[in-house]
């Protein structure tokens, strides 16, 4: 794979972009009509010779969080949603051959990373889409749950202040809530 690509931002309008991308943002849409409008910014974009093709990378500092090739219940989205993008505007490229993978870069000079593949597509757009529909639902009907999960700390998190104290024993008392079932489905999807 031949790095090309760097900070390549898409779906910005106004910003200066260059032929190679787009700036029009990329589209999701699902069997209810639902359309999500894409746009980010990716680290890096590389190039297999023959250009069918491409690695997107995604720059990591901290901790990796999810599984090779899953969804982590909703938790880890990026990486299939920056696939399919970058698929999208360089469309020379077979999504079934390419990859996104977290690159993991720690201040004591260890390296990991984490790869979803394009493999397999059609069954992973089915649980992407489902994902998507799921939090779209929640959000149209106001429908969220408080939920920490087990191996965060809540000390850290941007959100610490909006949330009630006893976090997880509000779960507990919703978790048996019909309106529940669809988001504790989506925690099951790997």
Known sequence: MIPTYFE????????????EWSSEPVLLTLEDGTSFSLRGRIDRVDFSPEGDRLRVIDYKTGKLKGKEDGFSGGTTLQLPLYLMAACRIWKQADLEKSRAEYYLVSRKGKFSRLVFRGEGWKEKEKKLKKILDIIARGIREGIFFPFREEDRDCGYCDFRGLCEHGVDVLFQKKKSDPQAATFLEMREIP
């Open 8 to 19: 390549i931002l898409f779906g910005f309008k106004g910003f200066r972009s260059r032929k």
